[in-house]
């Protein structure tokens, strides 16, 4: 029996084994607060790549100290973080993976910055947040030239892919949600211009065959949030800019007001399946899909054409191995080396 889930696709020029995705996700553990990955970082995403993940997202990667949402965070402001990436993404490789990195800036979600940016002054909900200033326009064509930056080194360091972070609240979604972007210059008036602009910058970067990812909050949770009509035309604007596939979340950006996030296996698909159709670009779905049968089916069913794996990932660096297992009946899978432990 074919399992789609266990597939090849080739994403524009990136060939990838199968259609599991490591979701990035923040490990708070850089302890020298200097933005370069280290020991747990490199044996965080090795093993993943040993357990049979066709592509691992590196967690959100920041463009500017400040960007970070904390002090402990991945960044890659300097050329000095090169070779600590490169080391990740080598050893990745060795053991048939692919990988990319998030580039992020936090904006008013940074905690540990005495004062945050962001598109205008509208502090972020809790205790942990301080009240951002609203950059200036030149202020705003300096962070679009940061981003640039960061994909230049990300590049340099060997990455497969690079994904842009326009959900859960950080900057890029900031400018793109009428709740956060109350500007009355250019990128007020469009919301999706900083986004498109900073695609834009960032293309220009990569080599033409890489893909560029960007991941996206499909709707709001908040009282007044944007729902799946915008978060399309955004996507539209960025396909337009260059976007070569889409990872759909939801939320972020506040506490959730009448509208709750479904909080279930497959909550977010559905999404996802509106996006694809959409723009007819491939999609990675995610959220509470660990069951290997409904990630199966998530592919077969043609909802998205990825499915991103997070917690679930977290629990079990061999998610991809134990799925194969699950769902082939097969060995083929399991590193050689592990073989005699089934």
Same mark, same amino acid.
């Not at 889930?5 to 080739?10: A, I």
């Not at 965080?44 to 400040?66: F, K, N, Q, V, W």
């Not at 360091?157 to 950080?170: C, F, K, Q, R, S």
């Not at 077969?300 to 660096?317: C, H, T, W, Y």
């Given at each position: 029996m074919?399992?789609?889930l266990?597939?090849?696709?080739?994403l524009?020029?990136l060939?990838?084994?199968?259609?599991i995705?490591?979701?990035?996700m923040?490990?708070?553990?850089?302890?020298?607060?200097?933005g370069?990955?280290?020991?747990?970082?490199?044996?965080?995403?090795?093993?993943?790549?040993?357990g049979?993940?066709?592509?691992?997202?590196?967690e959100m990667?920041?463009i500017d100290?400040d960007?970070r949402?904390?002090?402990?965070d991945l960044?890659?402001?300097?050329d000095?973080?090169?070779?600590?990436f490169?080391?990740i993404?080598?050893?990745?490789?060795?053991?048939?993976?692919?990988?990319?990195?998030?580039i992020?800036?936090?904006?008013?979600?940074?905690?540990?910055?005495?004062v945050?940016?962001?598109?205008?002054?509208?502090?972020?909900?809790?205790?942990? *947040?301080?009240?951002?200033? /609203?950059?200036?326009? !030149? $202020? #705003?064509?300096?962070? &679009?030239? +940061?981003?640039?930056?960061a994909?230049?080194?990300?590049?340099k360091a060997?990455v497969?892919?690079i994904?842009?972070?326009?959900?859960?609240?950080?900057?890029?979604?900031?400018?793109q949600s009428?709740?956060t972007?109350?500007?009355?210059?250019v *990128?007020?008036?469009?919301l /999706?211009?900083f986004g !498109? $602009? #900073?695609?834009?910058? &960032?293309? +220009?970067?990569?080599?033409?065959?890489?893909?560029?990812i960007f991941?996206?909050?499909?709707?709001?949770?908040?009282d007044g949030g944007?729902?799946?009509?915008h978060?399309?035309?955004?996507?539209?604007?960025?396909?337009?800019?260059?976007?070569?596939?889409?990872?759909?979340?939801t939320g972020?950006?506040?506490?959730?007001?009448?509208r709750?996030?479904?909080n279930?296996?497959?909550?977010?698909?559905?999404?996802?399946?509106q996006?694809r159709?959409a723009?007819n670009?491939?999609?990675?779905?995610?959220?509470?899909?660990?069951?290997?049968?409904?990630?199966?089916?998530?592919?077969?069913?043609?909802e998205a054409?990825?499915?991103?794996i997070?917690?679930?990932?977290?629990?079990?660096?061999?998610?991809a191995?134990?799925?194969a297992?699950t769902?082939?009946?097969e060995?083929?899978?399991?590193?050689?080396?592990?073989r005699?432990?089934?």
């Amino acid at each position: 029996m074919s399992h789609k889930l266990f597939s090849s696709y080739d994403l524009k020029g990136l060939h990838l084994k199968n259609r599991i995705v490591m979701a990035p996700m923040c490990q708070y553990s850089v302890t020298a607060k200097d933005g370069k990955p280290n020991e747990w970082h490199y044996v965080h995403y090795l093993s993943r790549a040993i357990g049979g993940t066709g592509l691992i997202i590196m967690e959100m990667t920041d463009i500017d100290p400040d960007g970070r949402i904390t002090d402990f965070d991945l960044g890659l402001w300097s050329d000095e973080h090169i070779p600590a990436f490169a080391k990740i993404i080598d050893g990745v490789h060795a053991h048939n993976g692919k990988i990319g990195i998030q580039i992020a800036h936090a904006g008013r979600k940074t905690e540990d910055v005495p004062v945050p940016i962001a598109p205008s002054a509208i502090k972020f909900p809790g205790a942990l *947040y301080k009240m951002p200033r /609203a950059l200036t326009t !030149v $202020e #705003v064509q300096d962070v &679009v030239r +940061k981003f640039a930056d960061a994909a230049r080194r990300a590049v340099k360091a060997g990455v497969d892919t690079i994904e842009l972070h326009g959900a859960h609240g950080y900057l890029i979604h900031q400018f793109q949600s009428p709740l956060t972007n109350k500007r009355d210059d250019v *990128y007020g008036q469009d919301l /999706a211009r900083f986004g !498109v $602009e #900073v695609i834009q910058a &960032v293309k +220009k970067e990569m080599p033409a065959d890489m893909p560029l990812i960007f991941r996206i909050s499909a709707v709001e949770y908040v009282d007044g949030g944007y729902d799946i009509e915008h978060a399309i035309e955004l996507s539209k604007a960025y396909q337009a800019a260059g976007v070569d596939a889409f990872h759909v979340s939801t939320g972020g950006e506040g506490p959730a007001g009448k509208r709750k996030p479904g909080n279930y296996p497959g909550y977010q698909v559905p999404f996802a399946y509106q996006i694809r159709e959409a723009v007819n670009l491939p999609v990675i779905a995610v959220g509470m899909l660990e069951d290997p049968s409904l990630t199966e089916s998530v592919i077969s069913r043609q909802e998205a054409d990825f499915v991103a794996i997070g917690r679930g990932m977290l629990r079990d660096p061999y998610w991809a191995t134990h799925a194969a297992i699950t769902l082939l009946k097969e060995l083929n899978n399991i590193p050689k080396q592990y073989r005699d432990a089934y």
